[in-house]
C-alpha cells in the first residue's frame, strides 16, 4: 500500500508499505493492506511502518489520516521528522522548557499553545526511542 505523510513544507514520507501504525485522536491504529476507508483525527505522536521488510519512524504533530480502501494511506500534518533526523537533547530542553512555563500559565490560549510545544517534544523523543 502506498503511504504519504505531507506537510505544508512539502512531503515528508511517499514509500509503499506492508503495514503503518498511526497515532490517532482516540488511539493509536494500525492499516493494512485492503483496509476499510475512513478518516481519523492525530494527535503528536509517532508513525510507524514496515516497508521492504525495515521498520520506519517518523515523529508527526496533530493533522489527520485518510485510509482510501484502495491501499492508499495519506497522512496530512503541521510537521513531520524521520526519527534519525531529531536531536535528542533539543527536544529534552523543549520538552522541559514547556513542562517549566505550563506550570506558570493560566490563560487558556497560552496553555494549549504550550500543550502543543510539549506534546510535539514528547512525540520527537518517543520517536527516536521507537
Known sequence: MKVD??????P????????????????????LPGHTPFV????????SYKAKGKRGVLAVGP???EVDGKDD??????QATAAE????????????EADRQLKDA??????S?????RAWAQARLDAKKS
Open 5 to 10: 505523510v505531507v506537510t505544508p513544507f512539502g
Open 12 to 31: 515528508a514520507l511517499s514509500t509503499d508499505a506492508e503495514e503503518v501504525t498511526v497515532p490517532g485522536l482516540r488511539g493509536e491504529f494500525g492499516v
Open 40 to 47: 481519523s483525527a492525530l494527535k503528536a505522536g509517532v508513525v
Open 63 to 65: 493533522g489527520f489520516a
Open 73 to 78: 494511506v495519506v497522512i496530512l500534518t503541521q
Open 85 to 96: 533526523s531529531i536531536d535528542v537533547a533539543a527536544a529534552q530542553r523543549e520538552l522541559d
Open 106 to 111: 493560566s490563560e487558556a490560549g497560552a496553555r
Open 113 to 117: 499553545e504550550l500543550e502543543a510545544r
